[in-house]
């Protein structure tokens, strides 16, 4: 009796896990779920990012000119804060194209 009752809590432990793992993450159910469909919106426009990085440099250097060092270095951190998200973005596009990313 213990024998059987064991294999079928087992039996039961993996279809239950399998059930679990092979449901869309669409489909489950939590209090979160708001925020998991936001986060898989977001997308990256990268053309409209490159546009942002190349005006910021550009005010750098404008700024550089009128003597506005700080808002100059300023207007750069910016720039590269864009350009790591920039980077971040075309990284995980070219993992998610490959079938076993690594």
């Known amino acids: 009796m213990t024998k059987r009752f064991s294999a079928l809590a087992v039996s039961a ?3 239950g896990g399998l059930f679990v793992t092979s449901m869309p ?14 986060r898989a919106a ?6 409209k990012m490159r546009q ?5 440099k550009a005010k750098a250097a404008k ?4 003597g506005e060092t700080a808002a100059a270095s300023k207007a ?3 720039a590269a804060a864009i350009q790591k998200r920039l980077d ?10 490959k079938p076993f990313p690594g």
């Open 63 to 66: 700024l550089k000119r009128l």
């Open 25 to 38: 993450a669409q489909a489950a159910t939590s209090a979160d779920q708001g925020a998991v469909s936001v």
């Open 52 to 56: 942002q990085i190349a005006d910021l």
């Open 13 to 15: 432990a993996i279809v």
């Open 88 to 97: 971040a973005c075309i990284k995980a596009d070219e993992n998610a194209s």
């Open 76 to 78: 750069l951190n910016d």
């Open 42 to 47: 977001i997308t990256c426009n990268k053309n």
